[in-house]
């Protein structure tokens, strides 16, 4: 099977606060607004993030993002005004620090060490 574009979905139940949240997090509007109870950003060459409205499934979600520095991420998260948890080891593999949005899904912020690579 070749993909050649992923989507995931972030269900939420306040609609705008999330979407403010996720405008904080990727630091810009939503690249697509198909209606007005779903936003989409363009996260990745062939990645897509989307909030959606669907309170039956809202705060069950984890997305993990991958980045170069995971201390220059938090450091500019932090300047929107979002925190994370606390910075956890995993091993030789890498880093990770937990942002929750305001329904309870999760977004890890991963580094990858060389040991883990």
């Given at each position: 099977?070749?993909?050649?574009?992923?989507?995931?979905?972030?269900?939420v139940?306040?609609?705008e606060?999330?979407?403010?949240?996720y405008?904080?997090?990727?630091?810009r509007?939503?690249?697509?607004?198909?209606?007005?109870?779903?936003?989409?950003?363009?996260?990745?060459?062939?990645?897509w993030?989307y909030v959606v409205?669907?309170?039956?499934?809202?705060?069950h979600?984890?997305?993990?993002?991958?980045?170069?520095?995971?201390?220059?991420?938090?450091?500019e998260?932090?300047?929107?005004?979002?925190r994370?948890?606390p910075?956890?080891?995993i091993?030789?593999?890498?880093r990770?620090?937990?942002?929750?949005?305001p329904?309870?899904?999760?977004?890890?912020?991963?580094?990858?060490?060389?040991?883990?690579?």
């Amino acid at each position: 099977m070749r993909i050649d574009v992923l989507f995931a979905a972030v269900p939420v139940t306040d609609f705008e606060a999330s979407r403010a949240w996720y405008q904080s997090l990727f630091g810009r509007a939503a690249d697509i607004v198909p209606n007005e109870h779903e936003v989409m950003w363009n996260v990745a060459s062939a990645g897509w993030v989307y909030v959606v409205r669907d309170a039956e499934h809202a705060g069950h979600t984890l997305i993990t993002v991958s980045v170069g520095d995971l201390d220059d991420a938090l450091a500019e998260l932090a300047a929107r005004g979002l925190r994370s948890g606390p910075i956890e080891i995993i091993g030789d593999a890498g880093r990770k620090a937990v942002l929750t949005d305001p329904d309870g899904n999760s977004v890890a912020i991963i580094e990858v060490t060389r040991g883990g690579a």
